[in-house]
């Protein structure tokens, strides 16, 4: 009964981690022209600092989940919050340009990624029943950073100078963060030495590691990964910027993005209670495909209504399908490496999320128009599409006959 009870606990701290760690990081655009203009350098320099993120959460996500997987989620999670505190506050000492962009750049994102693959990994041991719920509410949690942390950002900066701003930025992401890593517990499976394991993956108990990266299983959970965040990133990055071409006013385009935002929480939420009910492999199948079409339709959009109405169907859907990697991930590998195999598809899934701002940009570069954009984010989903559709789960080990008295 204790264990009912504290793995809601799990879930509303890996919930708020990955709010104020992901906030943490997403504050950059907040802080941008307010760093171009106080230094010097260049907007596309410090920006870059955001790509770098990417890179450096997309190479760590691995790293972070072995390391979760051998010694537990709470020391990982202690040590990337207390990493990602310091890296704020250490960027706002910055003195050039590279540095910043190291700081920010590898250390912050490097510390980011060591909050949602151990989380995810996490929450997934320790249900049984409303696996897909939860993940979904730890993914909300981090849907909600865009939402809290870069308003907290924004009203900083505009009563404080862009140090002083990421310097209260760092204490408040270390008074949070820290406290809350320490309530992390491994799941019980994990802490009770002979107990039977649970679930689908759990029937593979003779897998190795090294089998488990290997296995059919495994890739396609990558390639479907890269292939749908590829999807949906040039969308996010780029529609913005878009609807701007299209006549419509700067303020006015931002709040397609607050859309998309708001729609995705109720996504998430939605594709949980439906992967609990329908399963988790064929609500993800249904998501890409209609992912697909959603990125194809704002190709024909023009006025601001329909922006918003794409914006509402595309967030819900995309962001919908991302917690269900890692229902997948559980139902078909053991636990005990639970933090390396959602790592690895974290890690995918950062590697097609950097693919979207520069096809985008050189997209629009060579054609001066973004349709084309569209259209690849359609084909590419439909590629995710069919890839997700050759996902087989492994075979449930049979029960051995009892043996027969002599």
Known sequence: ????????????????????????????????????RDTGWSVTGVSSAMTIGFLAMAFTSMIWGTLSDRLGPLPVVLTGSIVLAASLALASLASSLVAFQFI?????GGAAAAIFAPMMACVTGWFDTHRSLAVSLVSAGMGMAPMTMSPLAAWLVSIHDWRTSLQILAVVVACIMIPLSLLVRRPPALEREHAPASGVGQQQPGMSLAQALRSPQFIVLLATNFFCCATHSGPIIHTVSYAIS???????????????????????IAFGLLGDRFGAKRVLVSGLFAQAFGALAYAFVRELSAFYAVAAVFGFIYAGTMPLYAVLARENFPLGMMGTVIGGTAMAGSLGMAT???????????????AWLYIGSWAVGLGAFLIALTFRPFPSAKPQPAPVPA
């Not at 204790?2 to 504050?27: E, N, P, T």
């Open 1 to 36: 009964m204790k264990d009912a009870h504290y793995r809601w606990v799990i879930v509303g701290a890996g919930g708020l981690l990955g709010c104020v760690a992901i906030g943490g990081m997403f504050s950059l655009p907040v802080f941008l022209l307010p760093i171009s």
């Open 104 to 108: 920010f750049g590898l250390m912050v």
């Open 246 to 268: 299209c006549g419509i006013p700067m303020i006015a385009a931002v709040t397609i993005y607050s859309v998309e935002g708001l729609a995705g929480m109720g996504g998430r």
């Open 356 to 370: 979207g701002p520069v096809a985008g940009g050189l997209i629009y570069d060579t054609f001066a128009s973004y």
